[in-house]
């Protein structure tokens, strides 16, 4: 079945460190990504998505490029900061059938001051 | 509220016990979506409802798990007899339509004693 494999956290960075958290996926068909965040003491919510291939999502300085080829949907920031400090969950949906989101693990990003 | 609400936000309860969480979704919102966040994991589908359409039940992890949305609004997930490795949050979450993107619910954190 599809599956979502992104990078084991914690991720411990400086401010202003450039950020990658990796993730890969497997899928039959065509699926959407999806990166969410939940901040602490806050539930989850959309950070960005990309529906088809070369697609680049981006929000808050955040970004992630739909790769086909390489079924990656890497999560990049240039410079973090403190607040960005959150756990970060990819996802994809499927865009046949049940339209099921699957969820990564989640990897705990920290940014320290 | 603007946003999807569940109730309870923490439940405790003994093992054997059934237990009714519940979901209120987004005015307007056609789908929602349950899962469930064991400590470490990642989210993990369990069941999806689409307007009027037979749901999508195939997160289920057993048939102790159930759950029904009443007049395409409020829904129920109910579990019956919990083990002590039901203990998770479980999280809600509706969206416009299958395709749009999820608004999540804060989590209802269940403990089995």
């Known amino acids: 079945g599809d599956s979502v494999t992104q990078m084991e956290g914690p991720v411990t960075l400086s401010e202003e460190a450039f950020l990658t958290i990796n993730c890969t996926y497997t899928?039959?068909?065509?699926?959407?990504l999806f990166w969410y965040v939940q901040y602490p003491g806050e539930g989850l919510q959309l950070l960005l998505k990309?529906?088809?291939?070369?697609d680049k999502g981006s929000n808050k300085g955040f970004e992630a490029t739909y790769r086909k080829e390489t079924t990656s949907f890497h999560l990049e920031k240039g410079s973090v900061q403190v607040s960005d400090s959150a756990v970060y969950f990819c996802?994809?949906?499927?865009?046949?059938?049940?339209?099921?989101?699957?969820f990564g693990a989640g990897t705990r990003l920290f940014v320290k001051a | 509220g603007a946003g999807v609400s569940q109730s309870p936000s923490n439940k405790v309860t003994e093992k054997g016990k059934d237990v009714e969480l519940r979901c209120d979704p987004i005015?307007?919102?056609?789908?929602l979506y349950w899962y469930r966040q064991s400590l470490g994991q990642g989210l993990e589908f369990l069941i999806y409802?689409?307007?009027?359409?037979?749901?999508?039940k195939s997160g289920l992890p057993s048939d102790r798990f159930s759950a029904e949305r009443t007049g395409g609004s409020v829904s129920t997930l109910t579990i019956q007899r919990t083990q002590q490795e039901d203990s998770a949050v479980y999280l809600c979450?509706?969206?416009?339509?299958?395709?749009?993107?999820?608004?999540f619910g804060d989590g209802t954190r269940l403990s089995i004693l």
């Open positions: 005015s307007g919102h056609t789908a």
């Open positions: 990309a529906t088809k291939a070369d």
């Open positions: 899928a039959t068909g065509y699926p959407s």
């Open positions: 996802a994809l949906r499927e865009n046949t059938g049940g339209f099921k989101t699957i």
């Open positions: 979450a509706s969206s416009w339509d299958r395709d749009q993107p999820q608004h």
């Open positions: 409802f689409q307007g009027n359409s037979a749901p999508d």
